[in-house]
């Protein structure tokens, strides 16, 4: 069935390094991918988005990056804080009014 | 400009009743969409309405149902409610022409 997923289900990095959450799709009519962050007791935040026709994206201190010959989406968070601290979704809407989230990873920073 | 709104933020029923929870989208957002959120599936599409239409619906059983009002706010409903329901339950709002959501903080739900 429709899906899409992520590599690392947790990741922990140094506070002030890179990190890279990945994520990769299957349904390759998809135009438009989304990253979202969820912190706790919250409800999931736009964080950045990519249309199919694009390969990159940049945002404040944040990039995202789209594969489709191999159907890989990447985040990158540059010198991540402490607040970065949360779950990442990826997102692809499939243009019929209807978004599949990923099943999500939590990424923890150590300070 | 307010962010999207949910009541109740929580909930206890029992087994066998009937919830609605409620959603005010972001002024000017006409579609609003609904989620179910547990830890073992992740974030589940329930259904999108757009001008009181429900346009896609996600594999729910009939017990799930939905409604938007001529003022885009939404209610979900669940009848006959079951432990497996118990969940976080999320609303978005979307702009015209728009992808990205914005969600609210949630309805979490415990069914006991």
């Known amino acids: 069935g429709e899906s899409v997923g992520l590599h690392l289900p947790t990741l922990s990095v140094q506070e002030g390094d890179n990190s890279i959450i990945n994520c990769a799709y299957s349904?390759?009519?998809?135009?438009?991918f989304i990253w979202y962050k969820q912190e706790s007791g919250k409800g999931p935040q736009f964080i950045i988005d990519?249309?199919?026709?694009?390969d990159k994206r940049q945002g404040q201190r944040v990039t995202v990056l789209l594969n489709k010959t191999v159907k890989h989406l990447s985040l990158q968070i540059a010198a991540t804080q402490p607040g970065d601290s949360a779950v990442y979704f990826c997102?692809?809407?499939?243009?019929?009014?209807?978004?599949?989230f990923g099943a999500g990873t939590r990424l923890f920073v150590k300070a | 400009k307010a962010g999207v709104t949910q009541t109740p933020r929580y909930l206890i029923k029992t087994r066998g009743q009937q919830v609605t929870l409620s959603c005010s989208p972001i002024s000017g957002h006409r579609s609003v969409s609904w989620y179910q959120q547990t830890p073992g599936q992740g974030l589940q599409f329930l259904f999108e309405y757009f001008s009181e239409t429900q346009r896609n619906k996600g594999n729910f059983p009939g017990r799930f149902s939905g409604r938007q009002f001529s003022n885009s706010r939404s209610e979900m409903n669940v009848s006959t409610l079951e432990l497996g329901d118990s969940a976080l339950y999320l609303c978005?709002?979307?702009?015209?022409?728009?992808?990205?959501?914005?969600f609210g903080p949630g309805t979490r739900l415990t069914v006991t």
């Open positions: 978005a709002s979307t702009g015209e022409g728009r992808y990205e959501q914005y």
């Open positions: 997102a692809e809407n499939t243009g019929g009014f209807k978004t599949i």
């Open positions: 990519i249309r199919s026709n694009m």
């Open positions: 349904n390759s009519a998809s135009d438009y």
